[in-house]
């Protein structure tokens, strides 16, 4: 289990400090402004940054103590900006990193829908296939195919993941994660600056204004038409589908 405790960044750029956790077999939606501070809080989550307050710690221990090999076996960051670098065959790159086996790599190819591209060069990909070998990349890292009951929780951090996506796409990738989430006891966390794919595929919702976490709850009492509007300074419809998950548009 991923924990902070009043862990935070006092010095730029500042996060307030929060205590909570990321849970086994949830998917987690970090929403909030351009500028909140969410790229800020994955930082910390993934251990990347050091929190100058309280601390992260995974099963009981700072994320910076961990030996770095078997920490990259338990949580995965998959960043807003791609880092194709070279011109990998896509399949290479997928393991690269990772113990992964011919097979994982399959895996991860198939869930990711990128088969056809397996031999292919990363940088002649178009952005969405770019993003979803990223992803590919982040799965293989977890070894999830080893996964069985016994297996310690790890933990997927992902950054504007469907930021490159079609629909279709979107919807297969957030029905990925939550299944991905639920099989293994793998806690994702998201940052999304859809609304709607958070208020209806994410099991909680954390709302980041100016550095600090103002809300965190289920979708339906997260994503408030009313807060929402003055958070993102817009004009909002705000109103309830068919299951009482909200549904987020902007006014004409
Ligand atoms: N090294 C830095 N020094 C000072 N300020 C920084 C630094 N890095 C980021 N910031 C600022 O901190 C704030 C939070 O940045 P962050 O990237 O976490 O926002 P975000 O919520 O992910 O935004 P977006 O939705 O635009 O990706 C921004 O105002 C950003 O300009």
Known sequence: ?????????????AL??????????????????????????LSLL????????????????PLHRWDSAA????????????????????RELVALG?????????EALDLLDLQAFAER????????????????????????????EDSPGRVLLLDEPTSALDIGQQQRLMRLLRRLAQEHRLAIACVLHDLNLAARYAHRVWLLERGRRIAAGAPHE????????????????ACRQADGSPLVLLAP
């Not at 998959?78 to 990998?88: E, I, K, M, P």
């Not at 990909?125 to 979803?132: I, N, T, V």
């Open 1 to 13: 289990m991923l924990t902070l405790a009043d862990a935070g960044f006092a010095k730029a750029p």
């Open 16 to 41: 307030t400090p929060f205590s909570d956790c990321l849970i086994p077999g949830e998917l987690l939606a970090i929403v909030g402004p351009n500028g909140a501070g969410k790229s800020t809080l």
């Open 46 to 61: 993934s251990g990347y940054r050091r929190p100058d307050e309280g601390s992260v710690c995974l099963d009981g221990t």
């Open 71 to 90: 920490l990259a076996r338990r949580r995965a960051l998959v960043a807003q900006t791609l880092t194709l670098g070279f011109d990998w065959p896509v």
């Open 98 to 106: 990772s113990e992964a086996s011919p097979a994982d790599v399959d």
């Open 121 to 148: 060069g990363a940088l002649g990909l178009s952005g969405g296939e770019a993003q979803r070998v990223m992803i590919a990349r982040a799965l293989c890292q977890l070894g999830l195919g080893h996964s069985t």
């Open 222 to 237: 997260v994503l408030d038409g009313r807060t929402l509007a003055r958070v993102f300074e817009a004009e909002l419809v």
